[in-house]
């Protein structure tokens, strides 16, 4: 069962480009690594920006 978690920062991302990234993840690890759709887990977890830093 695999197991994919996705984090992005909180700044507009849609219900429907979520939706895309589950979807386009789920389908390269069926075409890929012959995962089975129907068990596979994809989290999107959303950090807000005052909790990210890049750069320092």
Known sequence: MPYVNIKITRDGV?????ARLIEGVTNLLRDELGKNPATTVVIIDEVDTDNWG???
């Open 14 to 18: 849609t219900p429907q480009q979520k």
């Open 54 to 56: 890049i750069g320092g």
